[in-house]
């Protein structure tokens, strides 16, 4: 990680769940061109009561690496993070990106960390079709073979502490607070952060403003990182 200098432009990336930092490594190049991009890992402790607040306090705190102020991108639980660390930190943030997202709660997931919690098998096929479109699926692509992997190797323990805080999350009443430009990228096909949870979102933001992607589930804006980092930049305000 190169350091901390904070007169450059910083973006900071949070990834989903059950994924890691290298989710972001397609975007990553093409913001990096010109730009510092931090990838840290927002993967919550097993046994979190509170995975994203807690998550968003571990990296606003001294010991986070965080600079002293960033665009900040998140996906999906990410994007959860991401609202809190706003939130907590508002003067730490430049801009806000959430991707694939939402700021209510998604109760079914309370289920699905139970059974994670219970040791059931998971269904990579399953989960990969909520996640891609069939033609993504069919070309079998480097974001799909990653994806399946996070999926089979993943700390079941830590994913389904991030379920049950999605199944939670409720920040309804709180994101007016946030000031600062906020850009909404919306997957058509989403089942969980669907683009009428998004537009709810962008209506409850001063500065919001939603794309929503037409034909996408909620991957597939990982398999263009050019285009998925081109809409991010494009929310960016100097």
């Given at each position: 990680m190169p350091p901390l200098d904070n007169d450059v432009e910083w973006w900071v990336l949070l990834h989903g769940t059950p994924l890691t930092p290298a989710a972001w490594d397609g975007v990553a190049a093409h913001l990096g061109r010109r730009r510092h991009v931090l990838c840290p890992a927002a993967t919550p402790s097993g046994n979190a009561r509170d995975a994203a607040a807690e998550l968003a306090a571990r990296l606003a705190s001294t010991n986070g690496g965080l600079p002293e102020r960033a665009?900040?991108?998140?996906?999906?639980?990410?994007?959860?993070?991401?609202?809190?660390?706003?939130?907590?930190?508002?003067?730490?943030i430049r801009t806000l990106t959430l991707i694939c997202s939402r700021d209510?709660?998604?109760?079914?997931?309370?289920?699905?960390?139970?059974?994670?919690?219970r040791g059931e098998p998971v269904d990579p096929g399953a989960v990969l079709g909520r996640?891609?479109?069939?033609?993504?699926?069919?070309?079998?692509?480097?974001?799909?073979?990653?994806a399946r992997s996070c999926?089979?190797?993943g700390d079941c323990r830590s994913w389904a502490?991030?379920?049950?805080?999605?199944?939670?999350?409720?920040?309804?009443?709180?994101?007016?607070?946030?000031?600062?430009?906020?850009?909404?990228?919306?997957?058509?096909?989403?089942?969980?952060?669907t683009?009428?949870?998004?537009?709810?979102?962008?209506?409850?933001?001063?500065?919001?403003?939603?794309?929503?992607?037409?034909?996408?589930?909620?991957?597939?804006?990982?398999?263009?990182?050019?285009?998925?980092a081109g809409l991010i930049v494009r929310g960016r305000v100097a």
């Open positions: 665009h900040l991108v998140g996906h999906s639980f990410g994007g959860q993070v991401a609202l809190d660390l706003a939130l907590l930190a508002p003067d730490r209510t709660p998604y109760p079914a997931f309370a289920a699905a960390a139970a059974a994670l919690r996640w891609f479109t069939a033609a993504e699926l069919a070309a079998a692509g480097p974001v799909v073979r990653y999926i089979e190797h502490a991030a379920l049950e805080a999605i199944a939670r999350y409720d920040r309804a009443d709180r994101v007016a607070a946030i000031s600062v430009p906020v850009t909404l990228i919306a997957a058509e096909h989403d089942q969980v952060s683009p009428a949870a998004m537009s709810a979102l962008a209506g409850r933001l001063p500065r919001g403003s939603l794309t929503v992607l037409p034909g996408a589930a909620h991957l597939s804006p990982f398999c263009d990182p050019a285009a998925l």
